[in-house]
Structures are given as structure tokens and as C-alpha cells.
């Protein structure tokens, strides 16, 4: 089981950039790959990049491909989403979770770990 705490967000004006952090504790980060969801209230949490455990190879939902970056840091436990470019149907809180070995990448089936979310709120 690996434990997550992401951190990073807030209130930026469209056009804007943040990045977001997600800190995580266990012994297994670094063989798992990791992933980003958001979520608006009344739907669903929506994919928005992975990671493989390496770092090697990421993929993004077509909502964000080319203005977000997702990395990762093994020797801090960390993976990081580089937002740029911002608009406000970009606004959700925002989860890292931890790929699970079943289930879909691009469906919330396919993480067993998350974190409590963190906030992000663009401005018109």
C-alpha cells in the first residue's frame, strides 16, 4: 500500500501554470506506475496523465495533452503534474493514485491508492 499527499494547488488566472505535487510513503512507489485524475462535483474523476514506475513513457487524456507534464522523482517519492496553459474547465481537484495490477489506466478501476485531492481553480 502506498500512501499519498498531494499538494500545489490554488487560484491562477487562465493562461497561468502550477504544479502539483504528490508525496508518497511505502515501500512500493517506485515500482508502480502513477497517475492523475481530476474531478468536478457532480461527475466523474477524469484521467488525466500516467506515469510508468521509471518515468520512461507518459500518456495524457487529449483535455490536457500538450499544456500538462507528468514526472516523477523515485529517489524523493514524489511524482509532480506540471500544468501550463491553463482554462477554467481546468478547474477540479485534482488526485494522484497508484496504478493498481488490474483495471483500465484511463479509469479509476486501475489505481487501489489515492490521495485527498488538492484544489485547483482557474479564472476567467
Known amino acids: 500500500q502506498v500512501q499519498l499527499v498531494e499538494s500545489g494547488g490554488g487560484l491562477v488566472q487562465a493562461g497561468g501554470s502550477l504544479r502539483l505535487s504528490c508525496a508518497a510513503s511505502?515501500?512500493?512507489?517506485?515500482?508502480?506506475?502513477m497517475g492523475w485524475f481530476r474531478q468536478v462535483p457532480g461527475k466523474e474523476r477524469e484521467f488525466v496523465a500516467i506515469?510508468?514506475?521509471?518515468?520512461?513513457?507518459?500518456y495524457y487524456s487529449d483535455a490536457v495533452w500538450g499544456r500538462y507534464t507528468i514526472s516523477r522523482d523515485n529517489a524523493k517519492n514524489t511524482v509532480y503534474l506540471q500544468m501550463s496553459s491553463l482554462k477554467p474547465e481546468d478547474t477540479a481537484t485534482y488526485y494522484c493514485?497508484?496504478?493498481?495490477?488490474?483495471?483500465?489506466?484511463?479509469?479509476?478501476?486501475?489505481?487501489?491508492?489515492w490521495g485527498q485531492g488538492t484544489q485547483v481553480t482557474v479564472s476567467s
Open positions: 511505502g515501500r512500493t512507489f517506485s515500482g508502480r506506475a
Open positions: 506515469i510508468t514506475s521509471t518515468g520512461s513513457t507518459a
Open positions: 493514485a497508484a496504478r493498481s495490477m488490474y483495471g483500465s489506466f484511463d479509469q479509476t478501476n486501475g489505481y487501489d491508492d
